[in-house]
């Protein structure tokens, strides 16, 4: 009976320690997580990319760490397939999770896949409506990369419809309408920037209705074009290596709903004229901002 005891109070005191160990190995992780979180955010990749692997090593199973460090892997080209197989391990986790395909989208756009950006970054505008990013980034790409001027005006009509506070969104409208000779939407565009501050951003479409800088346009929305170019045979290499990792339809076998947004990374932001969408990827510079 009294060894009986002796076990009974051992039992119990291990039971109390694993719970002790297990809860200050949750509260570790918890900690990690937000410190990796708050350097992706901001731009401290380094210090988050050695974070992640920490996290991954711990046996952390979460979409959001596989986009993260997918974006981290994907800027640098020895590790562009490896950041691609991290976006698609993060859809599969959580086919919800709508920053992977945004990230998967700029790869695409970046190597010249203008389709597949479009696929991918359609489906996240499916999964979540209310991301204007999203639909400037579509508006983005069929400007500059489709050359489909009356689709991109659709698309960033959508992302002011979302967020009518979208700077860039209303300015690059513009642009289109400047370049499709649609004087009307081109005066809407810079009362609306007028309407939200931005007296720079509407002098500089105004300036175009002047004929002031008619190169500007032309001169705006060829500058990815220039700077891809530049990267062209490293980027057809690229291609060829990881297009076999890029799933045409990833996500097939669930319907498109409001879907869970759970990013911590932080989300897209205008700041000095330089647009952000979808984790800091496609970049836009804005001519005339301050």
């Not at 991109?152 to 309408?177: C, F, M, Q, R």
Request: net charge negative.
């Amino acid at each position: 009976m009294k060894t009986s005891l002796i076990l009974l109070v051992v039992f119990f005191f291990m039971c109390v320690c694993i719970g002790i160990i297990k809860t200050y190995a949750q509260e570790d992780i918890e900690s990690l997580k937000s410190e990796a979180f708050k350097s992706f955010k901001e731009n401290d990749y380094i210090k988050a990319e050695k974070i992640y692997w920490e996290l991954l090593e711990k046996g952390v199973d979460e979409a959001v760490i596989y986009s993260d460090l997918g974006f981290i892997l994907s800027m640098q080209p020895d590790t562009l397939k490896q950041g691609i197989q991290f976006f698609i391990k993060a859809m599969k986790k959580d086919p919800f999770y709508t920053e992977a395909y945004a990230n998967m989208a700029t790869v695409c756009y970046k190597l010249g896949q203008y389709d597949n950006a479009i696929n991918y970054l359609s489906k996240a505008t499916k999964i979540d409506p209310d991301k204007d990013e999203y639909y400037f980034s579509l508006g983005w790409i069929y400007l500059i990369g489709v050359k489909d001027k009356s689709k991109a005006i659709v698309e960033l009509k959508k992302a002011i419809d979302v967020n009518n506070e979208n700077l860039d969104a209303h300015y690059v409208l513009g642009l289109a309408y400047a370049d499709t000779a649609n004087k009307a939407g081109l005066l809407e565009e810079i009362t609306s920037l007028r309407l939200l501050d931005r007296e720079d951003l509407a002098s500089s479409l105004e300036n175009l209705t002047r004929g002031v800088y008619q190169d500007k346009a032309n001169d705006y929305m060829s500058f990815e074009s220039r700077k891809r170019n530049r990267d062209k045979t490293d980027a057809a290499v690229l291609l060829k290596k990881s297009e076999e990792e890029i799933p045409e339809e990833p996500v097939s076998n669930y319907s498109y709903g409001k879907g869970k947004i759970t990013s911590k990374s932080g989300e897209g932001y205008t700041s000095s004229g330089k647009l952000i969408t979808g984790q800091r990827q496609i970049k836009v510079r804005i001519q005339g901002s301050s």
